[in-house]
Structures are given as structure tokens and as C-alpha cells.
């Protein structure tokens, strides 16, 4: 959340601007590509929940998310910190009250950098009212997940 003085003619007035899930998006997005985990985490509610991909995975086998930061931050460092990089490239973006649903594709280079993994799937957060992310939502398939040679990328 955001707060802007004005000192005006009439006085001083206080406006609070809040922080669209679209801008959490963005700002969770640009955290991953910069291998920033503090900065990610840090756009986190305490409660929020992470389900990348919604339902049963490999990244959670019973298909219930990982709920609080210290679960978050076990799924950052198992999944994501791997990564040799990850980009993001949203095509479209739907912005309706505290939620945004992106659809686009994430390519993960992955360890050794020899193949990259390609996600095609819509995105969702979340925000809580108070600047932070309640959720981030991941709708893909794991078993559609391209995987190519990095160099045909």
C-alpha cells in the first residue's frame, strides 16, 4: 500500500493507493528472473499459499499448496533456486478486484543449462489488501511440459 501527501489550496490530503495483484504479479515475476528469493518471499502474506501446479505434482505430491512463508521458501529453494534462469512471457493479463490471471509461457533452463522446460498455463495472484501476495496459483499440466534442447531456444 501506497500513501501520497498532497498540500493543496484546501488543505493536506492523504490518498492510499493500493497495489494491484497485476503489480504483485510483475514484482513476483521480476524476483524470480533475478534469482532474488528475499525479494520474493518478502511479497508474501504470512498465510499465503503457493500451488504451482494447482493439484498433485512432483513439487506437491497431495495437491494441497504450500501454505505460510516457511513453506513457500522450501518451494523457492527446492524448485526455483535450482533453475539455471526462468523467464516469464505474458501474453495476456486480466486484472478483477484483488486478482489477476495471466496467461503465458515460463521457460526454466534447468540445471546444467542443457534443456529448458516449457510451460505453457495461466497464473493467478492474489492480493490481500494490505500490499502482500495471499496466493499465487499455477494452472498448467505437468505432463505437457515441453522439454527442449537450450540452444533451440
Same mark, same amino acid.
Given at each position: 500500500?501506497?500513501?501520497?501527501?498532497?498540500?493543496?489550496?484546501?488543505?493536506?490530503?492523504?490518498?492510499?493507493? *493500493?497495489?494491484?495483484?497485476?503489480?504483485?504479479?510483475?514484482?513476483?515475476?521480476?524476483?524470480?528472473?533475478?534469482?532474488?528469493?528475499?525479494?520474493?518471499?518478502?511479497? !508474501?502474506?504470512?498465510?499465503?499459499? /503457493? *500451488?504451482?501446479?494447482?493439484?498433485?505434482?512432483? &513439487?506437491?505430491?497431495?495437491?494441497?499448496?504450500?501454505?505460510?512463508?516457511?513453506? #513457500?521458501?522450501? &518451494?523457492?529453494?527446492?524448485?526455483?533456486?535450482?533453475?539455471?534462469?526462468?523467464? !516469464?512471457? #505474458?501474453?495476456?493479463?486480466?486484472?478483477?478486484?484483488?486478482?489477476?490471471?495471466?496467461?503465458?509461457?515460463?521457460?526454466?533452463?534447468?540445471? @546444467? @543449462?542443457?534443456? /529448458?522446460?516449457? /510451460?505453457?498455463? /495461466?497464473?493467478?495472484?492474489?492480493?490481500?489488501?494490505? @500490499?502482500?501476495?495471499?496466493?499465487?496459483?499455477? !494452472?498448467?499440466? &505437468?505432463?505437457?511440459?515441453?522439454?527442449?534442447?537450450?540452444?533451440?531456444?
Amino acid at each position: 500500500m501506497r500513501k501520497e501527501v498532497d498540500v493543496g489550496q484546501g488543505g493536506i490530503r492523504v490518498t492510499t493507493t *493500493q497495489v494491484t495483484a497485476r503489480e504483485l504479479g510483475k514484482r513476483s515475476r521480476a524476483a524470480v528472473e533475478a534469482g532474488d528469493r528475499d525479494g520474493w518471499l518478502a511479497l !508474501f502474506a504470512e498465510d499465503a499459499v /503457493v *500451488q504451482d501446479p494447482i493439484g498433485p505434482s512432483p &513439487f506437491d505430491p497431495e495437491g494441497t499448496g504450500h501454505r505460510g512463508l516457511s513453506a #513457500i521458501a522450501k &518451494f523457492y529453494d527446492e524448485v526455483v533456486a535450482p533453475s539455471e534462469r526462468i523467464t !516469464f512471457e #505474458i501474453e495476456r493479463s486480466y486484472l478483477c478486484g484483488d486478482e489477476v490471471a495471466d496467461v503465458g509461457i515460463i521457460r526454466t533452463w534447468l540445471a @546444467g @543449462g542443457r534443456h /529448458v522446460a516449457v /510451460v505453457r498455463g /495461466v497464473y493467478t495472484y492474489r492480493a490481500d489488501g494490505n @500490499g502482500k501476495l495471499a496466493a499465487l496459483r499455477a !494452472f498448467w499440466e &505437468f505432463d505437457a511440459t515441453e522439454l527442449v534442447a537450450a540452444e533451440d531456444v
